[in-house]
């Protein structure tokens, strides 16, 4: 009878133990689960932007809710305390932060959001380069009956074009512990006439905003990261242009000074021309476009200390360890380089030759 009744207690302590592990799950009606999280701050204290997809019948209409608070989590408790739902911050896609913000440095914000895990380390990451209660002003009176359009405006299979980085929250985190890495974040401002104008990318060296490039300049970083390049459009002297793909390959060695040669491929198809060149001016007219502006970013990037293109990966083998912290300082500053862009016509264009 002992051993009945003890068998008995030992199922119900068992259920106890499996019935607490639920404790705090909350329906997923009872949640509200933003798509872009927006932060800047005054003095000590952060300012959340939450755009939160709100389902009306045949539509997703969105609404902001902001808060305030010395951390991103009070901020979040409070606004889930007066909200009739819990907050859900895992399915945040897209972080936009305000530009003073990242010119004093996101260290603190980039760590807690790794740290906490309440926010996806796989989130997107922007900067708005304009008032950024504006720009939320703006997103939620003006964002699609789809309630994604900042969302799309990243996506490879929507609005996403070769000119605009692609940076993820762990990217950053990993760049401000990196020796040898930092990113380049896409910059944003509300558009004249869509919602949207993407002006560039910020430098981000340690987490900090050192510098920036422009889309132009954000292709080429694009490349060097291994984006690719296809459907970009190049203007130049002789005509335009249609990048139908791109490889890059580097050779790295280091003697007295560190030497990268870099030789940067790229297929591209005629759209059009003006007068009558040849493709081989058209070839060389594109080639002296790409390098002499890649050799621009890099003289900005190198005087700025700031590796976007990661080129100190190539040298961690010949660089001894415990030397990699004075990368950016010193060897980064004595780099030599030699930049190549072979252009390959594969296309003269959609039009048949007179026979």
């Known amino acids: 009878m002992r051993c009945k009744k003890a068998v008995i207690w030992l199922f119900l302590l068992l259920l106890v133990f499996m019935m607490s592990g639920c404790w705090d799950t909350r329906d997923i009606n009872h949640r509200v689960m933003p798509v872009v999280l927006g932060i800047s701050k005054d003095s000590d204290q ?75 380390s796989k989130a997107l990451v922007a900067i708005c380069n304009d008032d950024i209660n504006q720009f939320f002003k703006s997103m939620e009176k003006n964002t699609s009956p789809g309630g994604t359009t900042l969302l799309d405006f990243f996506e490879k299979n929507a609005g996403w074009d070769p000119q605009i980085a692609l940076t993820r929250v762990w990217e950053v985190y990993r760049s401000i512990h990196s020796y040898t890495r930092d990113v380049a974040i896409p910059m944003l401002r509300l558009g004249e006439t869509t919602l949207v104008d993407h002006v560039g990318s910020a430098v981000i060296k340690n987490g900090r905003m050192v510098e920036e490039i422009n889309a132009n300049e954000t292709l080429l970083y694009n490349a060097f990261n291994g984006e690719s390049t296809q459907g970009k459009i190049e203007v130049l002297n002789e005509g335009s242009v249609l990048i139908l793909g791109n490889t890059i390959e ?106």
């Open 46 to 120: 952060y300012k959340v932007f939450l755009q939160i997809p709100h389902p009306q019948q045949d539509v997703i209409q969105t609404k902001v809710v902001i808060g305030v608070g010395e951390t991103i989590n009070e901020v979040v408790d409070n606004i889930s305390a007066d909200m009739e739902s819990s907050v859900d911050l895992l399915h945040v896609k897209v972080i936009v932060i305000d530009r003073h913000l990242a010119e004093e440095g996101v260290k603190d914000l980039i760590s807690g959001i790794m740290r906490s895990r309440d926010v996806s």
């Open 250 to 355: 580097h050779t790295s060695e280091v003697q007295k000074e560190p030497f990268l040669y870099t030789k940067i491929k790229l297929d591209v198809m005629i759209l059009e021309t003006k007068g009558d060149p040849t493709e081989k001016m058209i070839e060389k007219g594109l080639e002296k476009l790409l390098t002499d502006r890649l050799n621009k970013m890099f003289s900005k990037l190198q005087k700025s200390e700031a590796d976007i293109l990661g080129l100190g990966q190539f040298f961690r083998k010949e660089i001894p360890r415990m030397d990699l912290k004075e990368w950016r300082s010193k060897y980064y500053q004595n780099l030599s380089t030699d930049f190549v862009v072979d252009v390959d016509i594969r296309n003269s264009g959609n039009l048949k030759n007179p026979g």
